[in-house]
């Protein structure tokens, strides 16, 4: 059953290069209700923690590496087909083939430094906002 709830997360990069509200920005316009946010910098532990998933994958230490490089905006977003709706409006993974509109097209560098984290399914939104968000952080 498809749940009203999505996470996503502003990286490093787009953190660095002052794109949080621009991204922000989209979100909203995009109709999506922030329901938990906060900034955070993750230790290279808990980049690790998060990206476990990917622990037997090449780029998984540079991944963690960069995840830890600087501060991040952790989110939970609402909507109804939050995920579904989110992953169509960060855009493809790599820039160069995310479609015009789309945060990744205008905010990401490239593959690695791709701007936004969006959760890939319901059970995965539900298990990445838990790691940042305690149940009084989620309104």
């Given at each position: 059953?498809a749940t009203n709830r999505?996470?996503?997360?502003?990286?490093?990069?787009?953190?660095e290069n002052g794109h949080?509200?621009?991204?922000?920005?989209?979100?909203?316009?995009?109709?999506?209700?922030?329901?938990?946010?906060?900034?955070?910098?993750?230790?290279?532990?808990?980049?690790?923690?998060?990206y476990a998933v990917h622990?037997?994958?090449?780029?998984?230490?540079?991944?963690?590496?960069?995840?830890?490089?600087?501060?991040?905006?952790?989110?939970?977003?609402?909507?109804?087909?939050?995920?579904?709706?989110?992953?169509?409006?960060?855009?493809?993974?790599?820039?160069?083939?995310?479609?015009?509109?789309?945060?990744?097209?205008?905010?990401?560098?490239?593959?690695?430094?791709?701007?936004?984290?969006?959760?890939?399914?319901?059970?995965?939104?539900?298990?990445?906002?838990?790691?940042?968000?305690?149940?009084?952080?989620?309104?």
């Open positions: 059953m999505t996470f996503t997360m502003i990286k490093p990069d787009a953190v949080i509200g621009g991204i922000l920005d989209k979100i909203n316009a995009a109709g999506f209700r922030i329901v938990a946010m906060k900034m955070t910098r993750l230790s290279t532990q808990k980049a690790g923690e998060f622990s037997a994958r090449p780029f998984y230490g540079e991944l963690v590496e960069f995840m830890s490089s600087g501060h991040i905006v952790a989110a939970i977003l609402e909507k109804t087909n939050a995920v579904e709706d989110f992953r169509k409006l960060i855009g493809a993974t790599n820039p160069a083939n995310a479609e015009e509109g789309t945060i990744r097209k205008q905010y990401a560098e490239s593959i690695g430094r791709n701007a936004v984290h969006g959760s890939d399914s319901d059970e995965n939104a539900q298990i990445e906002g838990d790691f940042f968000f305690s149940g009084l952080e989620k309104f």
